[in-house]
Each structure stands twice: as structure tokens, then as C-alpha cells.
């Protein structure tokens, strides 16, 4: 009986250890595509655009960035955690999930409403590329890697996050080739 059992653990133990490196394998192609990509794409939307784009994009980017920090309201770690601490039961799991995604939704929204009276209320000339960038508000919503990280299904994230970074490095190849196309650059971003 004890060696049934020791064998069990040790199916077990070996199960859990290939788990952690198929996750870590995972982790590792998404942490060198998002190191990657950017050495692509760099040198090719610096000279298009010209520094005035590349300004135009990064400094609307940082504020908008600003706001999405507070739509965001640290759902990767909480939700992550919460996730984990109920993924082996399936209805806490879904409640739990659900009741996080409300709350993303209440803060994003919020967020949302406040960015919009930002740009509606700011003397600014860059409004139109604020409006540009709600965009990436709203895709803050839909961004539930948290619960993929918490049930530990990295490979969902990872071949998502590949998918989609390709798929910009391409449209960004074909799509933006003058100086005006700065709104493109952030529709594709």
C-alpha cells in the first residue's frame, strides 16, 4: 500500500513538473516576442513617422496609459491570485471570475467616462488621437489574462499575445507609410 501511494505522489510530482515546463516555456516565448518584436518595429516607425509622430503617439500613449493604470486597478496580481485560490473548484471559480469581471467593468467604465471628459474638456490639439486611443481603454476590459495566469494556462496567453503582436507587425509593415499616418499606427497598437 505504501508503495502504490509513493508511486502516486511520484506521478504526481512529475505531472506538476512538466506542468511548470510547458509554463515556463510558454512564459519565455511571450517574454521574447515582447522583447523582440519592438527591435523590429522601431527603426521602422521612428523613420516614417518622424520624431513629431513618434512624439504625437508616445506622449497621448503615456496619458492614456495613465488612465488605463486605473481601469486596470491591479486585477493582474488580485485576480490572479483570487483565481488560483478557487481554480480547482468549478463554481467558485466562476463566481469568482465573474464577480472580478464586474468590477473591471464598473472600473473601466469609470475610467472611461473620466477619459472622455478629458479630452472633451482639454484645450488640446491632440483630441483626435486621445479619441484614437479609447481603443485601448476599451481592450483593457476584454484583457482577462489574469484568469488564464490563475488556472496556470499560460499557453492560452502566450500563442494570443504571438498571434496578435504578429499580426501588428505585419499591419504596421503594410499599413503605415507616411508621416500622416500616425492614427493608424495607434488604431493597430
Not at 496556470?152 to 504596421?172: G, P, Q, Y
Request: overall charge positive; some cysteine.
Amino acid at each position: 500500500c505504501r508503495s502504490s501511494r509513493e508511486s502516486k505522489i511520484g506521478t504526481i510530482l512529475m505531472s506538476e513538473a512538466k506542468k511548470i515546463g510547458i509554463n515556463t516555456a510558454y512564459n519565455m516565448l511571450m517574454q521574447v516576442v515582447l522583447f523582440v518584436l519592438p527591435l523590429i518595429t522601431t527603426p521602422y516607425i521612428s523613420r516614417v513617422l518622424t520624431p513629431d509622430g513618434v512624439g504625437i503617439y508616445n506622449y497621448t500613449n503615456s496619458i492614456t496609459n495613465i488612465f488605463i493604470l486605473f481601469a486596470s486597478f491591479g486585477f493582474a496580481i488580485y485576480g490572479t491570485r483570487q483565481i488560483a485560490y478557487v481554480r480547482e473548484n468549478k463554481q467558485e471559480l466562476s463566481k469568482t471570475f465573474t464577480s472580478l469581471f464586474f468590477l473591471k467593468i464598473i472600473s473601466t467604465l469609470i475610467a472611461l467616462a473620466v477619459f472622455i471628459c478629458f479630452i472633451l474638456l482639454s484645450n488640446n490639439e491632440y483630441k483626435t488621437y486621445y479619441a484614437i486611443q479609447i481603443c485601448l481603454l476599451i481592450a483593457t476590459l476584454f484583457d482577462i489574462s489574469w484568469l488564464y495566469s490563475g488556472v496556470e494556462n499560460f499557453k492560452s496567453t502566450a500563442l494570443r499575445s504571438l498571434a496578435v503582436k504578429t499580426l501588428s507587425v505585419i499591419l504596421i509593415f503594410v499599413s503605415v507609410k507616411t508621416a500622416e499616418d500616425v492614427w493608424v499606427y495607434m488604431l493597430i497598437s
